[in-house]
DNA sequence: TTATCTTTGACAAACATTTGACAAATATAG
DNA sequence: CTATATTTGTCAAATGTTTGTCAAAGATAA
């Protein structure tokens, strides 16, 4: 019965795990599911998997388990809110700009990508999946006229420390950066999340080495 | 002096960003690194690198602080090995993979792409960065002879179970793991590294409404 | 040399997360 | 209807991680 206390990191990182299978699930017609059964598929103990849920106030029923619509409605709404897309702006539209900028329209929700900048002039003008390739000198006005709240850098790293600066000037609240460094922002109310695919590789080979 | 118990999974995955950090000051010429200027550097507290950096045998002198070189040294050392590169092989030339592959051969260390293979007759003949793309029905009797240790999984979701399989039955050890899905492979002495970007945009998404 | 400053390594205390246990609630079978 | 099976929500115990503290070691300056 909602003891609302608000979740630990942990449990926020769990999240998109528990959505991608209960997504599944869903699709599948599965109607309901038990803390055990998903426990095993996730590869954690049943009383993590109630604990999570209960985080965000338990809609489990004794004797039953989770109904898997409502595990889906509640952690889409915490993780995509009221389902309104993030206004999304691509910086850097080389080939890991392609690729993720293909994520974001083919596999990504709660995102919509508005545009996507680059300084080369050879790419600019062209299209990547219908989305206009602008010049980076654009940005600001741009930025002016449609407020996007989301930038995604796949840039090189010498651009993006200053680029990061301006954007949260014209009014970017979260960065999705690929460049290879950690980005930070000083402003309290801009979220960064620093993808570092080096750092994912360097702990595989960790592993493989050492086991 | 050695304390030498196993490190805990917290260091093992802190241990790429030291070494990003490190290398730069190698590079600036930096000799000495204490642990408090460390940890400004890294967000945390000096304690944290003073205990992370003893797990594997503390090499600080007192009055002093870490010899830059020595760091660097060791960590690379615990991450890369010998420096033997890894034998990798890239499966899926799409995209993602195409991003995939340049980031391994420009900006990774520690392992060394020897093909490519896509089941598109449109790339297959092509090249990555001087890579061949070939014919995934090839994998076979390439991996048979050439032994590969790392396979790197950009395809679509519905062949990467099985393929996997396959994959480890040809002696590779190491996944690192693109598809959308969560590939756990029952043999023991194989490590998976599962990639999500959807997970890493789904937490910015979380954290940009819920703050 | 001596006093002072910096900094590590070690340990314990503080804090966070995960797990196990069980009462209460619901379903199911007899 | 009663007894038995499941299964949640909650709490406390166990485990894991981070932080603060301090003696000892080396550096630096007088």
Redesign the interface.
């Known amino acids: 019965m909602a003891t609302s206390s608000k979740p630990a990191l942990p449990v926020?990182?769990r999240?998109?795990?528990y959505?991608?299978y209960l997504v599944n699930m869903q699709q599948s017609g599965k109607k309901n599911v038990s803390s055990s059964e998903l426990s095993k598929i996730m590869?954690t103990t049943a009383s993590q998997v109630r604990q999570d849920f209960n985080c965000f106030g338990g809609f489990g029923q004794q004797g039953i388990g989770y109904k898997v619509d409502t595990l889906v409605t509640e952690i889409r709404h915490?993780?995509?809110?009221d389902g309104q897309p993030?206004p999304t702006i691509l910086v850097g539209a080389g080939?890991?700009g392609?690729?993720?900028s293909?994520?974001?329209m083919r596999?990504?929700n709660?995102?919509s990508l508005l545009a996507a900048f680059d300084n080369n002039p050879q790419l600019v003008g062209k299209t990547l999946n219908d989305i206009p390739i602008r010049h980076v000198d654009e940005l600001r006005s741009f930025c002016s006229q449609h407020h996007p709240?989301?930038a995604v850098l796949c840039l090189p790293r010498e651009g993006a420390t200053q680029l990061s600066s301006t954007l949260v000037e014209l009014g970017v609240?979260?960065f999705?950066n690929f460049s290879?460094?950690?980005l930070?922002v000083d402003y309290p109310?801009v979220?960064v999340?620093n993808?570092?695919?080096?750092?994912?590789?360097?702990?595989?080979?960790?592993?493989?080495?050492?086991?």
Do not use: C
């Open positions: 926020i990182r999240l998109p795990k959505y991608r590869g915490l993780l995509f809110g993030l080939r890991l392609t690729a993720v293909q994520f974001l596999d990504a709660g995102y709240q989301v609240k979260g999705w290879h460094y950690d930070s109310q979220m999340e993808v570092h695919l080096g750092d994912s590789l360097m702990s595989l080979g960790y592993h493989m080495r050492n086991l």
